[in-house]
C-alpha cells in the first residue's frame, strides 16, 4: 500500500458533482475546444495491482447494475455519441487512480493574454460523467479495500508466524540454559567423585602398606614360633632321655637296695639333678604354656587382621565396581 495523501477540502458544489482530481474544470475555465493529448506515463508503483477475480460473471453483474441504475443517462449518452459522431476513450487504470505529475498535461492560451493549465474534457453532460466517476470510484475503492483486507489478513498470519518463532527461540533458550547448568553440576559431581576415588586410593594404598608391615611381623612371629616349636622337640627329647635315666636309676635303686648305704651320696645328688632338671621341666613347662597363649593370641590377631584385610578387599572392590558403573552411565548419558 502506498502512503496515504492528504485529502483537500471541497466545496459544496464539488461534492455534489464529486470531480475526482485530474479531470479538473480549469478554476472554471472551460476549454472546450482541446483536443486530448498523450497521456504522461504513471510509475508502476501507482498503478492498481489487484487481483481481477476468476468469475467474469461478477462483471456482468456490474455492468447490468449499471444500466439498470443509469439506463436514462446511458441512453442519453449514446444519443449524444451517435449525433456528435464522438468517440469516448474507455476510463483507464491510471485515470481511475488520480496520479501526481510534474509536468501540465496541456498549455491554453485565453484571449486575456495569458495561460491556464488544464486537463482537456470529455463532451458529456458534467452530471452524467461524474456518476459514471463515482461508481467506477466506488469499485475502485471495492477493490482496494478487498486487496489492503487480503494484504492485513497476510501480514497478520506472518505476524503470528513470527510469534511463534519467537516463543520457540525463547523455549529453545531456556533448554540451552538448563543444559548447560546440567552439564556445570554434572562436571562438579564428576570432580567431587574423581577426588572421592582419589582419597579412597590413597587410603587403600595405605591400608595395602599396612598389610604388608602386618605380613612381616606375622612372619618373624611364625619364624619365632619355628625356633619355639625346635626347642621345645629338643626339651621333651631331653625329657624323654633323663626319664629314661630316672627309670634306670630307679631300677638300679630298686636292684641296689643293698647298696643304699654306699650309693646314698650318689642317690641324693641324682635326687638333686632330677630336682633340678624337673624345675628346669616346669620352667620349660611355663615357657611353653605362655608361647601356647602367645601363639594362639597371634592367631587371634592374624585371623581379625585377615578379616579386615578381607573387608577392606570387599569394600574396595564394590566402591570400584559403584565407580565404574556410575561412570557408564555417565558416558551412556553423554553419549
Known amino acids: 500500500m502506498q502512503g496515504k495523501k ?7 458544489q464539488e461534492k455534489n458533482f464529486l470531480t475526482p482530481q485530474g479531470h479538473g474544470d ?9 483536443l486530448a493529448k498523450k497521456r504522461p506515463p504513471v510509475s508502476s508503483a501507482r498503478k492498481f495491482n489487484a487481483r481481477i477475480p476468476k468469475d467474469e460473471t461478477l462483471v456482468h453483474k456490474l455492468e447490468e447494475s449499471l444500466k439498470e441504475t443509469h439506463c436514462q443517462d446511458a441512453e442519453t449518452t449514446i444519443s449524444r455519441k451517435t449525433s456528435h459522431d464522438q468517440k469516448l476513450k474507455a476510463a483507464s487504470v491510471a485515470e481511475i487512480t488520480p496520479t501526481k505529475s510534474n509536468k501540465r498535461s496541456c498549455n491554453v492560451s ?7 493549465y488544464a486537463t482537456p474534457r470529455l463532451h458529456i453532460p458534467v452530471k452524467i460523467y461524474c456518476r459514471q466517476e463515482k461508481y467506477i470510484c466506488i469499485v475502485y475503492k471495492r477493490l482496494v479495500l478487498l486487496a489492503w483486507r487480503r494484504s492485513r489478513a497476510y501480514i497478520s498470519s506472518m505476524q503470528e508466524q513470527l510469534e511463534k518463532q519467537r516463543q520457540q527461540i525463547a523455549q529453545l533458550g ?21 577426588a572421592e ?9 595405605l591400608f595395602e602398606l599396612e598389610n604388608g608391615r602386618l605380613n612381616e611381623v606375622l612372619e618373624n612371629m611364625q619364624s619365632q614360633m619355628e625356633t619355639l616349636q625346635n626347642n621345645l622337640k629338643i626339651a621333651k627329647t631331653e625329657n624323654s632321655v633323663l626319664s629314661d635315666e630316672a627309670n634306670e636309676m630307679r631300677d638300679i635303686i630298686c636292684k641296689k637296695n ?42 587371634v590377631n592374624c585371623y581379625v587382621k585377615e578379616r579386615k584385610y578381607a573387608k577392606l578387599k570387599c569394600n574396595q572392590w564394590s566402591i570400584s565396581i559403584s565407580k565404574h558403573d556410575q561412570l557408564s552411565r555417565n558416558y551412556d548419558f553423554w553419549k
Open 174 to 194: 531456556l533448554q540451552t540454559n538448563t543444559l548447560g547448568i546440567l552439564r556445570t553440576s554434572e562436571s562438579q559431581k564428576r570432580m567431587q567423585n574423581h
Open 6 to 12: 492528504p485529502i483537500k477540502k471541497q466545496s459544496q
Open 26 to 34: 480549469g478554476h472554471e475555465i472551460r476549454a472546450q475546444s482541446l
Open 258 to 299: 643293698s647298696e643304699e648305704k654306699i650309693l646314698e651320696e650318689r642317690i641324693k645328688r641324682q635326687e638333686e639333678i632330677v630336682s633340678a632338671q624337673n624345675v628346669y621341666l616346669g620352667d620349660l613347662k611355663d615357657k611353653m604354656m605362655e608361647l601356647d597363649s602367645e601363639l594362639k593370641k597371634c592367631k
Open 197 to 205: 576415588y582419589q582419597q579412597l586410593k590413597r587410603t587403600v594404598e
Open 110 to 116: 485565453l484571449e486575456t493574454g495569458y495561460e491556464v
